[in-house]
């Protein structure tokens, strides 16, 4: 089973690598030690993203589903969780609105992709009907400012937002602060890994296949719908778990979270890293997020400018995405430098007779 | 009895001339190039702006609203000039290229003009059928909307432009053999494009208040008549347009604005299960 953390899916392979990302991980593990609260509350908000954009990458990278809609399964758990853990009046239960919250926006997902999929909608329609959904959700939960806009005793709030819910919490501890952040840094490592599996294993090249040619995948005996049904609500269900870490984070959510220019956001960030690879998603990602961050406490709207900005030259310049191709030079560099140039083609006729 | 009768077509008139006239740049582009525009929300933004610009400047507002979509429309040929033109092999980057371009607009209109613009009243003006009393800029966008569809109609099945156009449409590798400059077919498509959409936010400029945002209210409107619609504006977009202004009419009269919107969008949800092509793949087979 192990043997699927590498693959012909996935960047990086053998003893360098996997060092690296010992390093990377101890040195997350060990950041706590060091930095003081609010900057560990302040990583811990970068983490939470990260599942969002892992789960992009699979389904646009890798199933070639360009979802729009990755603010609407946030938005959807972020509101479940809130109105689940007020509803069942916090403590451990939190754990479980947690749950029943990402299963929320797996549901959703199921039957929005159901329609798209079974419908057979190709890239762009795809495109804009998931991104018409997650307007319509925002437009929706921004008129709920009355009071007559409650689910039990959860008030939606309009555009102010929900709030009053617990944090995650086990028994009487608030799983905050440190805590929190160990909790994302544990998930983000689990989700990271299982995503590898995944798309070195069997289902996983059939997503590949079908990325590449559907029809083809189709001839070849796979029921094509189901794999990208199933790609989808993966996906989405990874922005769901986003969204109720976010609700849980800060105990708030609001339906700018939701809309534009929110829904741009995670379309950048895989774009920028490089969306055919869940690595260079995972490093890109990151970086984008502490930029936008930094940039944001000087000029929200500034910040915004540049992620536009980005997002129109990574497509006019580098299609592939910037963290990917920058780590691809590196290695063919290390590489190249290490053995020379013909022994890259033969380390490339390696790969393809393992795969035989 | 004929009071309510009108009333129902006033609210019909209303819905529908919004989705037509939101959603006919948008068709035309998508039904020329195969692309979507994601900016397209900026073009109509730039149009109410313009429009609300001049008419503080003392200009008549029919004069302003002209000027403005012909403002859109240049600066539309400018965009696919330096962007657009690159992704036509690729729609799916032209969808994120766009998208950028939108964030970038939305974004720097926030920074440089601020939220707030004096905007103009709605032109008065109002008549009795009955014991109700209705605006008439609302009929006249109706009239504006079914306009704009006569001159599409136009300039696509009467005009030298039209049949080159919709050569290139069905086949731009042949066309362009056969002598077409299909670049600038293509650059004046979507000019015409972004013109339209600024017209659209010309004529709602006086109904609405102006923020750099603005843009986002039209956008879900002219994305769902667009995937209903299909690739043809006048036999996918305006009968999609009369389908989701019949639903949505009858959902805003009973149930408010966002069940209408709602309802709009789990209306085009099951129809693509069964339609993916829109309905202009159905009305263009008959047809044939």
Not at chain 2, 46 to 53: L, P
């Amino acid at each position: 089973m192990f043997k699927l953390l590498e693959g012909p899916q996935t960047l990086g392979r053998g003893r360098m690598f996997w060092a690296c990302f010992l390093v990377v991980l101890a040195g997350a593990l060990a950041y706590p030690l060091f930095a003081d609260s609010y900057d560990v509350g302040n990583f811990a908000y970068f983490l939470i993203w990260i599942f969002m954009a892992l789960g992009l990458c699979l389904m646009w990278g890798y199933g070639g589903m360009l979802s729009f809609g990755q603010t609407l399964f946030f938005g959807i758990a972020g509101y479940g969780y809130g109105v689940l853990a007020i509803n069942m009046g916090g403590g451990t239960a939190t754990i479980a609105a947690l749950v029943l919250s990402v299963v929320l926006a797996m549901m959703a997902a199921g039957i929005l992709g159901y329609f798209m999929i079974w419908g057979g909608i190709n890239g762009i329609f795809f495109g804009i009907v998931t991104l018409s959904a997650t307007l319509v959700l925002a437009f929706f939960l921004g008129q709920t400012a009355g009071p007559e806009w409650h689910i039990g005793p959860a008030r939606l709030n309009g555009f102010n937002g929900m709030k009053g819910m617990d944090p995650l919490t086990v028994g009487d501890f608030y799983i905050e602060g440190s805590a929190l952040y160990y909790v994302m840094v544990a998930l983000i490592v689990i989700v990271y890994l299982a995503l590898r599996m995944l798309v070195n294993s069997g289902i996983g090249n059939v997503i590949v296949a079908t990325r590449e040619n559907p029809q083809r995948a189709e001839m070849l005996g796979y029921d094509v719908r189901k794999y990208q049904l199933l790609t989808f609500v993966i996906g989405s269900g990874l922005a769901g778990l986003s969204g109720a870490l976010y609700t849980s984070w800060g105990q708030f959510i609001t339906p700018s979270s939701i809309g534009l220019p929110a829904a741009a956001m995670p379309i950048v960030w895989v774009a920028f890293s490089g969306r055919s690879d869940l690595t260079a998603t995972l490093i890109g990602s990151f970086l984008l997020l502490f930029g936008f961050q930094t940039i944001t406490v000087y000029s929200q709207q500034a910040a915004l400018v540049l992620m536009g900005a980005l997002l129109l030259a990574t497509v006019m310049l580098a299609p592939q995405g910037f963290v990917l191709g920058i780590g691809k030079l590196v290695a063919d560099w290390l590489r190249g430098r290490r053995r020379g140039d013909g022994d890259v083609v033969a380390e490339a006729g390696r790969l393809q007779s393992e795969e035989s | 009895m004929s009071a309510e009768v009108f009333s129902v077509f006033y609210q019909f008139a209303d819905v529908f001339a919004f989705l037509i006239l939101s959603a006919a740049g948008l068709a035309i582009v998508f039904g020329m190039m195969g692309v979507i525009n994601m900016a397209h929300g900026e073009f109509i933004m730039c149009g109410a702006y313009v429009t609300v610009g001049l008419v503080n400047l003392g200009v008549p507002l029919p004069i302003a609203q002209i000027l403005a979509a012909v403002t859109a429309g240049l600066i539309g040929v400018l965009v696919e000039f330096l962007v657009v033109r690159r992704f036509y092999k690729r729609p799916l980057d032209s969808l994120l290229a766009t998208w950028g371009l939108s964030l970038i607009v939305t974004q720097s209109m926030l920074l440089i003009v601020g939220s707030a613009v004096r905007g103009i009243g709605t032109p008065e003006g109002s008549f009795a059928v009955g014991g109700y009393t209705f605006s008439t800029y609302r009929l006249v966008l109706f009239g504006c909307a079914v306009a704009v569809l006569a001159g599409l109609y136009v300039i696509f099945m009467k005009t030298r432009f039209g049949v080159i156009a919709r050569a290139t449409m069905q086949n731009a590798a042949m066309a362009k053999a056969l002598g077409a400059r299909t670049g600038r077919i293509y650059a004046i498509s979507f000019g015409i494009g972004t013109g339209l959409a600024g017209l659209c936010g010309a004529l709602y400029a006086p109904t609405m208040t102006l923020i750099p945002t603005m843009g986002a209210t039209f956008v879900v409107e002219s994305f769902v008549t667009v995937v209903i619609g299909g690739a043809n504006v006048l036999l996918g977009t305006a009968p999609a347009a009369v389908f989701l202004a019949m639903i949505r009419m009858a959902l805003n009269a009973s149930y408010g604005q966002i069940i209408g919107q709602i309802g709009m969008l789990v209306a085009v949800i099951l129809i693509i299960r069964v339609l993916p092509e829109g309905l202009s793949s159905v009305l263009v087979r008959r047809g044939r």
